[in-house]
């Protein structure tokens, strides 16, 4: 029994080393999904054998190599046919180009614009005004350039896809009159047809409507 579990963890440990060496030299950073399938894959039928009296070593050592060349056939395949390579490995998302937001792309990557505001204030980017252009990569990192390095003004969100956002008016002692008000003082009446309206001390309202975002998807890469 103790002979068969060491057994079964060698072969193990050698079948990850070999999963990490046909991945190839990649930083954490740059795993994609599917790379990250070919380990967690492995680690399961690596648990789920261990300790399986029914499942001999020449069992996990089949699943391992059988794995292994499965893994690298569809690495290879990949490498030599573009499409295959996006099908599989994905592509760059971009979510804001030249200041203007894809709808489209935050649809298909589930994002909503709470999230987005959070995701650059991560990159300290504290209002969507000040994104020139945020990119999805595909291990899930975001690319961001903003318009200022300077710009540094904390900003609310007061509007998100046409919905009032009370919590937060009431927070900031704000007003939904108060809102209103200014909104149509720019021209606009209906708050169902704003996308997102963010407000900030230094910089004031910034308002999005439907018709300044785009609806397309836009490729960078391949």
């Known amino acids: 029994m ?3 579990i ?4 060698v072969f193990g440990l050698i079948g990850l080393l070999l ?3 046909l991945l190839g030299k990649k930083s954490m950073s740059e795993i994609t999904p599917f790379d990250l399938v070919y380990t967690l894959v492995l680690g ?3 648990e789920e054998s261990t300790y399986d009296d029914n499942v001999h070593v020449g069992h996990v050592l089949f699943a391992i190599a059988l794995w292994a060349v499965m893994i690298y056939g569809i690495e290879r395949i990949v490498q030599r046919n573009e499409k295959v390579n996006r099908w599989v490995k994905g592509e760059p998302s971009v979510l804001i180009k030249d200041g203007v937001i894809n709808m489209t792309e935050l649809t ?3 994002i909503e614009m709470e999230q987005l505001r959070a995701i650059l204030r991560q990159q300290e980017c504290f209002s969507l005004e000040n994104a020139k252009h945020v990119i999805l990569e595909n291990a899930g990192q975001m690319s961001v350039l903003k318009k200022s390095d300077e710009d540094k003004a ?3 969100l007061l509007v998100d896809e046409g919905q009032i956002q009370h919590k937060v008016l009431q927070s900031n ?3 939904e009159s108060w809102l209103m008000e200014n909104l149509k003082k720019e021209g606009y009446a ?3 047809q704003l996308i997102y309206v963010e407000w900030s001390e230094e910089k004031g309202l910034y308002i999005l409507n439907k018709e300044d975002v785009m609806h397309e998807s836009y490729r960078i890469d391949g």
Not at 6 to 9: A, D, H, R, V
């Open 2 to 4: 103790i002979f068969s």
């Open 19 to 21: 999963v990490v060496r």
């Open 190 to 192: 209906d708050v169902k």
């Open 154 to 156: 904390l900003s609310i």
């Open 6 to 9: 060491t057994m079964k963890l």
């Open 173 to 175: 002692q704000l007003t």
């Open 108 to 110: 298909n990557n589930h």
């Open 44 to 46: 399961g039928i690596l």
